[in-house]
Structures are given as C-alpha cells and as structure tokens.
C-alpha cells in the first residue's frame, strides 16, 4: 500500500537532504568504493549565472541496482512472524510493503549521488542543495528514470592579469639604531637590581611597598598586598599609585584617594578608597657594560662585533621575511582584483558563518564565549555575520582565484609533498603521521588540505611572476592598510576571552594579591 507522503515528496523533491562529500558516486559511506560508474545521463539545459539547470537520466540497470540495494536492507531491517531478524525472504518483503513503495525509497536514497555523478559529469560545483523535480510522477522499473535538478553553483573565474604584476616591497636595510634596541633588550634582560640610598624614588625604579586600602573605613581585601614588589612605570599597579610613590622614600607612608576603575566588581567598580603605600625598599636596575668579556658570558660569541652582527643578521632575515609575506600578500590581491566572478550569496554567508565559529573556538580556547564577546560589542550574532561578509567574499574570491591559477598553470600537489605537510601537522600535534593521514583521508579533508596547498603554490607563483616597486606610502601605513577589513575588534576580542582581568584588576596589580 503508498505511504502517506510518498507521491508528493517525489512530485516535486525541493530542497532535497544530501551533502555532495558523502553522496560522492564512488562511495557507498563506508568507507569502501564501487568500481564501477554510476550509469547517468546528463545534459545542461539552462544556465543563469550561478544557477544552472541540468536533466539526468538514469538508466534501468542503475535504477534495478538502487532498488536490489533497498531490498537487501529492508531484508535487514524488517522483522516479519516467524522469521529471525535478517532471515525474512525478499520475496516476502516485497509482498509485504510493495515494489513501487520500496523504489520510491531506493530512489530517495541514491538520489543525493545521482546528482553527485550529474554534477561531476558537467564539471559542476555544488554550493547548495538542489531542487529536484522527477519527470513522471511515481518512477517505474522497467523505463529510466528521468529528474530535472536546479542549483546554485560555484562562479566561474575570468581569470585577468596574473603575470607580471606590480607590486610595493618595503626596504629591508637595517639601521645602528635598531641593532642598538636590539642590545639595550639583550643588557635589560640581564640587567641587575641594585638597593638605592640617598634619594627618593623615580620613574624605572623597583619598589618593595606594603599596599592597603579602605572604603568607609573598613579594610578592602583584594586591595592587600605585603612585600609588593614593582616597576614604576611598569603597569603592575594603578597609574594614579605609580605617580604618588615617585618622589617618595624608603620607610615613607602616603595615603591619598584613589577612584577605582568602572571595570571592577560591582561593589567596586567606580568607588573611591583611601589607599596607602608604605614604601620599604628602591631598588634601581644597572645594566650590564657593553664589553667583549659579558658578550663572552652570555653568548656564544667572542666580542661584542660579533654579536651585533648577529642581531643584524637576525632583523635582516625577519624584516625580509615579512617584506616578502606583504608583498606576496599584494601580488595576489592584484590578481585577484583583475579577475572577475559572481559569488552567490550562500557561499559568502557560509565563510561568514565559519569566521564567526572560528572566533567562538578561539574565545572559547581562552575561558571566554562568544555571548561575552556579543554584549561587549553590543552586536547580535547576526550582526557578527553581517559585518563579516565583506572579509568573507574577499577571502573566497581569493580563494578562488588562486585555484583557477594553479589549473592554469598546471600546478600540482605531489603525494610526496602531501605526506610532508601531514608529517608537519603530526609533529605540531604529536600524533602519528600515519595516523593522521588515516584520518585526514577518511573524513575527506585529505582533499581540503591538497586544494590549500595548491592554493599557496599559486600565491607563490603569483608571488615569483610579480614585479616589486617602491611603496606608494609608509611601510606602516601600508600594512594599516592591508589590515583594514578586519571584522573582529582586537579589543573586544580581548575583553570577552579574558574575563577574568577585569576581576583581576581588584589587586593593585594584576599578581599582587598572588605575590603577597
């Protein structure tokens, strides 16, 4: 007898369930592949953009196959009187729910890889479930079977100038003066703290304080501290408590009002205390001589030539490195520029959608949520996404264009060079390579990680083909620049993973409640 349902679900099958990767052609979901080819037809009949239309004929053998394969599952599944669980006959299953019933669900069932073949045929690239209409009203056995399928699919890029571009490349010259920063880092690193008599404190000094404070005359215990020790200057402790104790001597006490921040609990955010400082120790920092023999101490080096030419070497070699990221960075926006293609609106919210999941993993990795971020921010998830999207289609259009430049230009990802990278993956995650690899082929992302490497060859020939010019503007401003269209305020960001600072602001400084 029909089921309820079945004549209309197969009428017009609208917004059919299927996910491309796991209705591939040659994959049955387990793991294991046919060997041989589905048997369709396909022919494109309209295109309009990003949405095409295609008519798919499926063959009588195909569909006897997808009916065979519903038969033994249902003889697996349905338990009838008198038989044990799996052992009931076909024909009795076949008598007992009906041959059009069970093609009806051995069509639904393969309908999803049909398509998949379909659109593998025509070199399409499914960004959405289709709409799926069958020919005739309910399929037939003896006749093939006949579907008409709409859906939006990945543009096609018009690839423009990706040869021989312009591009700006800072200078990557190093100056005295960044090789002296560079020493000064070295020498306060292994700089000493030495006791200070005969004067009172100054700004870069080290002090040992007692701190306490009082609101309404009763002691604030997360304002107590003994033995405290920091820099002046340093930011460890309230700006207003830095600028009272310089001037001040050992064994001196100062009290004097301090208005907390609003960023504090509730029964302390805003309130204004009577802070003390008792100071007990100054201590100034002494760096060490710049001379041949502390070079000798503290590295491998013999003098103190040596050494700054190391440091300039070392700033050479980042500064290059960087200048050759910017620049890679500008040549392929310059491609990406000259090329032209329509983005459907579903693969931009997808990569929006994504940016936003990735924040909320990222957050979340920290001890913060997503929610935290959205009341700091004062915008709903939605408006995340919104906001995210332009990011979005800039990152799939050139996503997109790199891929259609390494088709160009015949590039390819060797499996010694796939194996290299899941090596390079398995050591940062210290797992087993081939392990690893297991994974990454059984889950399909084996496939993802092969179309990025592709991608970053095509950056990189993009990169090798391209010409390098003086910038236009300031290194600073260029990088401000290639920086613009970010979507996630680093300060908001900040804010809602780490929670817990702004509670940690009730010490009068971040570690001395932990310190005392």
Known sequence: MWRNGRRACLRSMCLLTWRFESSHPHSNG??????????????????????VKLAVEVSTEELQEAFDKKLRQLSREVRLPGFRPGKAPAAMIRQRLGDEAILVDAVEDSMGAWFAQAAIELGLDPVDRPEIELDDELPEMNKPLGFKATVTVMPEVVLGEYKGLEAPKEPTGVEDVEVDAQMDHLRN??????????????????????????????????????????EVGGGRVFPEVEEQVIGMNAEEEKTFPLALPEELPDDLAGKTVDFTVIVKEIKEKVLPPLTDKWVSEISEFATLLELRQEIRKKIASGKEHASDQR?????????????????????????????????????ESRGGSLEVYSEVTGQTVEQLIEEMKPTAANNVKTGLVLSAVAKAEGLEATDEEIEAVVAQMAAAGKVDPKVLGKRLRQSGRIESLKEQMLRDKAADFIAANAVAVEPEVEPAEAEAAESAPQSVPAEAEAAAAAPAEAEAAESAGDTAAEDS
């Open 189 to 230: 690193e292994f700089a000493e703290l030495s006791p200070v008599s005969g004067r009172a404190v100054q700004q870069g000094d080290f002090v040992t304080a007692d701190l306490r404070a009082t609101l309404d005359g009763e002691p604030v215990e997360n304002l107590e501290a003994g033995d405290f020790v920091f």
């Open 327 to 363: 620049f890679r960075a500008l040549a392929v926006k310059a491609a990406a520029d000259n090329s032209e293609l329509d983005l459907p609106d579903v693969v931009v919210r997808e990569q929006a959608e994504e940016m936003v999941a990735d924040l909320q993993r990222s957050l």
């Open 30 to 51: 387990s793991g294991s592949r046919r060997e041989e080819r589905i048997d369709v037809k396909t022919t494109l009949s309209e295109r309009d953009g990003n949405t």
